[in-house]
């Protein structure tokens, strides 16, 4: 994969014309375009048949965490939409992942669809170790508990998992070649790390063995942002 065809850029806008500007305009130099709960809530599925119709194809960065038939039906929905890749909560457990990975992998196969990566989101970039003990009550550390999160997502048949740069070469020893490492929480050195705690350089992310990089500020909020995908670009190829 060439360096740009990792690259995900975070749709993070409310405004749908304006999403669709930046794909337009974003379209020569990234290929995969996030749509979060900022922009779905804001514009609809219509968003992702509008990216798809552009030929970006979509990450639909919802994180599900339900009970296990309400995420396996959305997952469903996600799929029939043409998504390219979707996520679900690790910490929803084993079966939740499961029965959504089996109902898309078998609609899949009916409908005669592709069929979208599925992936479990760890533990937010935006989280530190303190605010996992202090705040959500898990005791054990960071590493630990994205290594067992991670590891849950493997048994349950997942496709990879949404975690820290800062975690990924642990995460590729405990779950192998393969299994997709999607980083958020990417900064370059010219950046503000903003609201994001476990940041990381598109460099050392793809060094330290993540598949895919998603960003968003840090190109989107530049004084020109398509010279900050270029740098980003010739970053990720050099790596
Ligand atoms: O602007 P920035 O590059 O920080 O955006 C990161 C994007 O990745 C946001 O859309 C955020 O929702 C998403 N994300 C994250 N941490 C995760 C999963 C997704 O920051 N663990």
């Known amino acids: 994969m060439a360096g740009s065809e990792k690259l995900i850029l975070a749709l993070d806008v409310d405004d749908s014309g304006y999403a669709l500007q930046l794909v337009d305009k974003f379209r020569p130099y990234v290929g995969i375009f996030k749509v979060g709960l900022e922009l779905f809530t804001a514009g609809g599925p219509s968003m992702v048949d509008e990216i798809r119709k552009r030929g970006g194809k ?7 965490h339900d009970i296990p038939t309400t995420v396996a039906k959305a997952g469903v929905a996600a799929a029939r939409m043409g998504v390219f890749m979707f996520n679900v909560h690790a910490s929803g457990g084993l079966d939740m992942m499961k029965r959504c990975r089996e109902d898309v992998v078998n609609t899949c196969l009916r409908e005669n669809i592709d ?9 937010l970039t935006s989280m530190s170790r303190e605010v996992l003990r202090d705040e959500v009550g898990i005791q054990h550390s960071l590493n630990t508990h994205v ?8 048994k ?5 998992v949404v975690a ?8 590729r020893g405990h779950c192998g070649r393969g299994f997709l490492i999607v980083t958020p929480g990417i900064r370059t050195s010219w950046t503000p790390v903003d609201d ?8 050392e992310a793809l ?4 598949d895919y990089l998603v960003m968003g500020r ?9 010279k900050a995908v270029e740098l980003v670009s010739a970053e990720m190829l050099s790596a």
């Open 156 to 160: 349950a048949g997942l496709d990879g």
């Open 164 to 171: 820290s740069g800062r975690e990924a070469a642990m995460i």
């Open 207 to 210: 060094r330290e063995g993540a």
């Open 58 to 64: 979509v990450f639909l960065d919802l994180k599900f």
């Open 196 to 203: 994001q705690m476990r940041t990381m350089t598109p460099r």
């Open 147 to 154: 290594r067992h999160l991670s590891g849950l997502a493997l």
């Open 218 to 226: 840090a190109i989107l909020n530049q004084p020109d942002p398509i």
């Open 115 to 123: 069929r979208p990566r599925i992936l479990g989101v760890t533990v």
